[in-house]
């Protein structure tokens, strides 16, 4: 009979302060278990969406936390808009002059201030919901050309339909794409019609709808959870449109093909006006939300065309330079200037975790170690009582010829079959959670997760569970390498 | 010569701080193979002495010879190597671990003396003490006779030189008093194994051939 057989049967002739005491030790693993994995989804879901297909947003002056979650996480609110004509500045002359929608006096002829250090520009306009669901509109290229994930090699896929086009015959502006999540929770499928609300999910919801034309794949990003629309229905909701003066309110009076995003052919529909310009129509909105300006509400301008770019803004651009080496410089240029700022989503967001999330993290991975610690002192006092009782035991055993050694050894085995037995239940515990709520914790932030998700710095929880075992149980030990063995017999 | 007393003194400390002598043995000696009783009233120092004899407790002066090795001049650790080898030991109350089977505890005897473990030897043991068909059962299922034949085995089994027995039928019942004892006799003649064991009954003193009195070979 081994040493850890009679030590294993010391704990099944006390089983049931055997299992409480273990039990106590499993719910402190537990909870470390169940820390450490919040911290790698956490970790994951930042970093998953630190690629998000561009390095920069440009957008209104003001907090830039702000912008970056409510452009990219599509958290808060809106700081501001900047105008339309700010964004095409972000354009070469080539792609301002496919833009459909009447310039007014802005020249599309030349290229923007920044045309030639960006590959990439996407406007989004935010401020609207589809019940708790964001309203992103935007270009086509928003869900054609993004690209994500660690490598930036994921694009955006439909599980029904297709992307929204810039115009289409059926549906005319007025196309909506959802994400995954989004899809779900509104039950809503292909061909329904949406009506957001405006600047608020409980505000006012626009007459106007948007059709539902496709249904994305989950993508494991925030914009699983968003409502996208074409860019030029946005604008033609009601109180989307920025009022301007009388006179050049009536100076578009050409036909235009509609606006489309830059990288696709000119689409060859006229372009109807939009009605109802009503410059003294007081701003009924509160500051911060978009384009909520001038229109009757309820006014529908299914029928017209693309509002003129003075009338329009836009919550932010999505700009993805040509390299690198030029973002600080283009950063620096846009920071200096009075109509937007700049912002680096990656490190604004990188920022976030390390001074807000990660020390909530090690805070919380701290308290779960102290229950550890309880736990362990927990063995030591349900050990300790016990050598009262089992002094004649060992008394037996060291009459037998077992050394004081031996008998301090049995007890620290003991200690460490209760430490570990617990440890490793509470760890195996924790493991099933995370399968059983891997679905839902996949759902709701993209990153999966399962039985074998182990976090690497869980391999450190043995080598901690046995020091915490050698610990507490010393006391113990030492109780019975004293035991006086003529006494005690 | 198995066991040779020499000189052996112990006491105890009072709560007072008083010393109070226990043992003061100038000679006792038990030859190879020898069966013997030691007699004495409650309270004399008869477990006291087959406490220094097996190396529970240290006396305090004098040599005690096992086999030819004096364990006054080992270490603690050294002794009690030396009493998981050389000596079994059958308690007065038995002591064997509840939590274990019988054939457990015999094995127990063996698992603190280097190389001795044999769990047919275990087996055999209990098998010879009649036990075979209760080898499994913790000590609880056990009848008080088949405890102390329990512990009888247990001493056996590291084939020691000397059995000490502690009063063995203190706790069985008169009827069953002399088998005990018999087996003790039998099987420890059958090993070639000393026998030592104390005792306060006169009853138990009468089925040996050598009977001592503690008082008369200890001065105090």
Same mark, same amino acid.
């Given at each position: 009979?081994?040493?850890?057989?009679?030590?294993?049967?010391?704990?099944?002739?006390?089983?049931?302060?055997?299992?409480?005491?273990?039990?106590?030790?499993?719910?402190?693993?537990?909870?470390?278990?169940?820390?450490?994995?919040?911290?790698?989804?956490?970790?994951?879901?930042?970093?998953?969406?630190?690629?998000?297909?561009?390095?920069?947003?440009?957008?209104?002056?003001?907090?830039?936390?702000?912008?970056?979650?409510?452009?990219?996480?599509?958290?808060?609110?809106?700081?501001?808009?900047?105008?339309?004509?700010?964004?095409?500045?972000?354009?070469?002359?080539?792609?301002?002059?496919?833009?459909?929608?009447?310039?007014?006096?802005?020249?599309?002829?030349?290229?923007?201030?920044?045309?030639?250090?960006?590959?990439?520009?996407?406007?989004?306009?935010?401020?609207?919901?589809?019940?708790?669901?964001r309203?992103?509109?935007?270009?086509?290229?928003?869900?054609?050309?993004?690209?994500?994930?660690?490598?930036?090699?994921?694009?955006?896929?439909?599980?029904?339909?297709?992307?929204?086009?810039?115009?289409s015959?059926?549906?005319?502006?007025?196309?909506?794409?959802?994400?995954?999540?989004?899809?779900?929770?509104l039950?809503?499928?292909?061909?329904?019609?949406?009506?957001?609300?405006?600047?608020?999910?409980?505000?006012?919801?626009?007459?106007?709808?948007?059709t539902?034309?496709?249904?994305?794949?989950?993508?494991?990003?925030?914009?699983?959870?968003?409502?996208?629309?074409?860019?030029?229905?946005?604008?033609?909701?009601?109180?989307?449109?920025?009022?301007?003066?009388?006179?050049a309110?009536?100076?578009?009076? !050409? $036909?235009?093909?509609?606006? #489309? &995003? *830059? /990288?696709?052919?000119? +689409?060859? %529909? @006229?372009?109807?006006?939009?009605?109802? !310009? $009503?410059?003294?129509?007081? #701003? &009924? *909105? /509160?500051?911060?939300? +978009?384009? %909520? @300006?001038?229109?009757?509400?309820?006014?529908?301008?299914?029928a017209?065309?693309?509002?003129?770019?003075?009338?329009?803004?836009?919550?932010?651009?999505l700009?993805?330079?040509?390299?690198?080496?030029?973002?600080?410089?283009?950063?620096?240029?846009?920071?200096?200037?009075?109509?937007?700022?700049?912002?680096?989503?990656?490190l604004e967001?990188?920022?976030?975790?390390?001074?807000?999330?990660?020390?909530?993290?090690?805070?919380?991975?701290?308290?779960?170690?102290?229950?550890?610690?309880?736990?362990?002192i927990?063995?030591?006092?349900?050990?300790?009582?016990?050598?009262?009782?089992?002094?004649?035991?060992?008394?037996?055993?060291?009459?037998?010829?077992?050394?004081?050694?031996?008998?301090?050894?049995?007890?620290?085995?003991?200690?460490?079959?209760?430490?570990?037995?617990?440890?490793?239940?509470?760890w195996?515990?924790?493991?099933?959670?995370?399968a059983?709520?891997?679905?839902?914790?996949?759902?709701?932030?993209?990153?999966?997760?399962?039985?074998?998700?182990?976090?690497?710095?869980?391999?450190?929880?043995?080598?901690?569970?046995?020091l915490?075992?050698?610990?507490?149980?010393?006391?113990?030990?030492?109780?019975?390498y004293?035991?006086?063995v003529?006494?005690?017999? | 010569?198995?066991?040779?007393?020499?000189?052996?003194?112990?006491?105890?400390?009072?709560?007072?701080?008083?010393?109070?002598p226990?043992?003061?043995?100038?000679?006792?000696?038990?030859?190879?193979?020898?069966?013997?009783?030691?007699?004495?009233?409650?309270?004399?120092?008869?477990?006291?002495?087959?406490?220094?004899?097996?190396?529970?407790?240290?006396?305090?002066?004098?040599?005690?010879?096992?086999?030819?090795?004096?364990?006054?001049?080992?270490?603690?650790?050294?002794?009690?190597?030396?009493?998981?080898?050389?000596?079994?030991?059958?308690?007065?109350t038995?002591?064997?671990?509840?939590?274990f089977?019988?054939?457990?505890?015999?094995?127990?005897?063996?698992?603190?003396a280097?190389?001795r473990?044999?769990?047919?030897?275990?087996?055999?043991?209990l098998?010879?003490?009649?036990?075979?068909?209760?080898?499994?059962?913790?000590?609880?299922?056990?009848?008080?006779?088949?405890?102390?034949r329990?512990?009888?085995?247990?001493?056996?089994?590291?084939?020691?030189?000397?059995?000490?027995?502690?009063?063995?039928?203190?706790?069985?019942?008169?009827?069953?008093?002399?088998?005990?004892?018999?087996?003790?006799?039998?099987?420890?003649?059958?090993?070639n194994?000393?026998l030592?064991?104390?005792?306060?009954?006169?009853e138990?003193?009468?089925?040996?051939?050598?009977?001592?009195?503690?008082?008369?070979?200890?001065?105090?």
């Amino acid at each position: 009979m081994s040493l850890f057989g009679i030590a294993w049967r010391s704990i099944r002739q006390r089983a049931l302060a055997s299992l409480l005491t273990a039990l106590s030790m499993g719910l402190g693993v537990m909870l470390v278990v169940a820390v450490l994995s919040i911290h790698g989804v956490v970790s994951e879901s930042f970093r998953s969406n630190a690629s998000l297909g561009y390095n920069m947003i440009v957008g209104a002056k003001g907090g830039k936390l702000q912008l970056t979650l409510n452009t990219v996480y599509y958290l808060s609110q809106p700081v501001e808009n900047i105008p339309y004509e700010y964004y095409l500045e972000f354009l070469t002359a080539e792609q301002r002059q496919r833009e459909q929608a009447d310039p007014g006096r802005i020249d599309l002829k030349r290229d923007g201030r920044f045309g030639r250090s960006v590959a990439l520009a996407i406007p989004v306009c935010l401020g609207d919901y589809v019940e708790e669901f964001r309203l992103v509109g935007t270009t086509p290229a928003f869900l054609d050309k993004l690209r994500f994930g660690p490598e930036m090699d994921r694009k955006f896929e439909f599980a029904a339909g297709r992307n929204f086009q810039h115009k289409s015959a059926e549906h005319g502006y007025f196309e909506a794409v959802l994400g995954a999540v989004a899809a779900r929770e509104l039950g809503a499928g292909l061909g329904a019609e949406l009506h957001p609300a405006h600047g608020d999910p409980e505000g006012h919801v626009h007459a106007q709808g948007f059709t539902v034309v496709g249904i994305l794949k989950r993508s494991g990003t925030p914009n699983d959870r968003a409502v996208f629309v074409n860019m030029e229905g946005f604008y033609l909701m009601a109180d989307h449109a920025k009022p301007v003066d009388e006179d050049a309110e009536h100076a578009h009076a !050409h $036909d235009q093909d509609p606006p #489309h &995003d *830059h /990288d696709q052919a000119p +689409d060859q %529909a @006229h372009a109807p006006k939009p009605q109802d !310009h $009503d410059p003294a129509h007081d #701003h &009924d *909105h /509160d500051h911060g939300d +978009d384009h %909520a @300006h001038g229109h009757d509400h309820g006014h529908d301008h299914a029928a017209a065309g693309p509002i003129p770019m003075n009338q329009r803004e836009v919550t932010a651009v999505l700009i993805r330079t040509v390299d690198a080496a030029v973002t600080p410089g283009l950063q620096n240029t846009i920071n200096e200037g009075r109509e937007a700022q700049a912002v680096l989503p990656v490190l604004e967001i990188y920022n976030l975790f390390e001074v807000i999330v990660r020390p909530i993290q090690t805070v919380l991975l701290v308290l779960t170690a102290m229950i550890c610690v309880v736990s362990g002192i927990s063995i030591l006092v349900s050990i300790y009582n016990s050598m009262s009782e089992r002094r004649h035991e060992i008394a037996v055993i060291r009459a037998l010829g077992a050394g004081r050694d031996t008998v301090m050894t049995i007890i620290l085995l003991e200690s460490v079959l209760l430490s570990l037995g617990g440890g490793i239940a509470g760890w195996l515990v924790a493991h099933a959670l995370n399968a059983l709520a891997g679905p839902l914790i996949a759902a709701q932030t993209g990153v999966a997760i399962g039985f074998w998700n182990i976090e690497l710095s869980e391999a450190l929880l043995i080598p901690a569970i046995l020091l915490l075992a050698v610990l507490f149980g010393f006391f113990p030990a030492l109780s019975a390498y004293r035991t006086d063995v003529g006494k005690s017999l | 010569m198995l066991l040779d007393l020499e000189n052996v003194k112990k006491s105890f400390v009072e709560p007072n701080g008083d010393q109070l002598p226990i043992l003061d043995i100038p000679r006792f000696q038990l030859q190879r193979n020898e069966q013997m009783v030691l007699v004495g009233p409650s309270g004399c120092g008869k477990t006291t002495m087959l406490h220094v004899i097996a190396g529970i407790r240290r006396a305090d002066a004098g040599a005690v010879r096992i086999d030819g090795t004096d364990i006054e001049s080992l270490s603690e650790a050294g002794r009690d190597r030396f009493r998981a080898a050389k000596i079994g030991y059958i308690f007065q109350t038995f002591n064997l671990l509840p939590g274990f089977s019988a054939l457990e505890n015999v094995l127990l005897g063996m698992t603190f003396a280097r190389g001795r473990k044999d769990p047919p030897r275990a087996q055999m043991l209990l098998d010879r003490v009649g036990l075979t068909a209760r080898a499994s059962h913790n000590p609880s299922a056990l009848s008080v006779g088949e405890q102390q034949r329990v512990a009888v085995a247990r001493a056996l089994a590291n084939r020691p030189a000397l059995i000490l027995a502690d009063e063995p039928t203190a706790n069985v019942d008169h009827a069953h008093q002399s088998q005990i004892v018999e087996l003790i006799r039998e099987t420890c003649r059958e090993e070639n194994i000393g026998l030592l064991m104390v005792t306060h009954s006169q009853e138990v003193a009468s089925q040996f051939e050598r009977v001592d009195r503690l008082e008369e070979i200890n001065r105090v």
